[in-house]
Structures are given as C-alpha cells and as structure tokens.
C-alpha cells in the first residue's frame, strides 16, 4: 500500500533519491466503481505521516502541525464529521473534495503524547462509524 517514487537529477548528484508514500487502495472492480459513483457502504481512510519521516523533534516544539488523512466512501451525511483523537482529545478536521482531511495540532502534545497513537475517526453524532491508527515517533533532544 505505498508508492514508491525515485529521482535522479541531471547535471547533479549521481545519487537518486526514493521516497515511499502511503495511499489508499481500492480492492476491486466493484468497488472502484462504487467509490466512482460515491456509494462506497465501508469507508477507507489513511492517515498520512505527520511528518516528513513521521517523527517529531524536539525543534517543532513550539509549532503546530497539520495532519492529515485521505477518505473515501459515501459523502460524509450532515450529521458526520471526521475527526482525530490523541489520548483522548478531539480535533475536529476539515476535508475537501477530493477527500483530504487535515486538522492542526499543536506539536507540544504530539511530542508529550503517552501512546504515540493518532486515530482518524467518522463520527456520526458520539457515535464512531469507521476509524483507523496511526503510529508515530517523537526525537527528543536528552
């Protein structure tokens, strides 16, 4: 489930440079066309690094983030929303038409998070309808 891009520049350094990127897989025939005609029933989501290499150091301390996640399946109904949970804590996101969802999060409570976990989550009122982990890494100068 990732893409693997690799670069070589002309003129430049003979070295290429890969990086692999995450992205969402739809299983079959029958569902490509039902993610075409927007009648996915199970919704996919991914959440994305949240960060270049996925860890956050010591210097984003004082920053927030913006971390984001791609969604497909249905049109989100009025009463949904997607929204990311660390230890506890909601941050509600914003998704656009293409089904990026993104929510800023201050770097200080990612760095001071006890599980290391970021949850995206379809919420239907309190009610969690779909959601999926993410695991990340803190660098903390010592």
Not at 39 to 60: A, K, Y
Not at 105 to 132: D, F, T, Y
């Amino acid at each position: 489930n990732h893409l693997q891009v690799s670069v070589h520049y002309q003129g430049g350094s003979k070295e290429s440079i890969a990086t692999q990127l995450p992205y969402l897989k739809v299983q079959d025939a029958s569902q490509k066309l039902q993610a075409l005609q927007g009648d996915q029933t199970q919704p996919n989501m991914l959440i994305l690094p949240i960060t270049s290499d996925n860890i956050v150091s010591e210097f984003e301390k004082e920053k927030s983030l913006v971390v984001r996640g791609q969604y497909t399946g249905k049109k989100l109904s009025e009463s949904e929303k997607i929204t990311f949970n660390l230890d506890n804590q909601n941050f509600d996101a914003k998704i656009d038409d293409s089904g990026i969802f993104s929510a800023v999060i201050p770097a200080e409570l990612l760095i001071q998070s006890v599980s290391k976990q970021l949850r995206a989550q379809v919420l239907n009122g309190n009610r969690v309808v779909s959601s999926v982990n993410h695991a990340f890494a803190t660098d903390l100068l010592t």
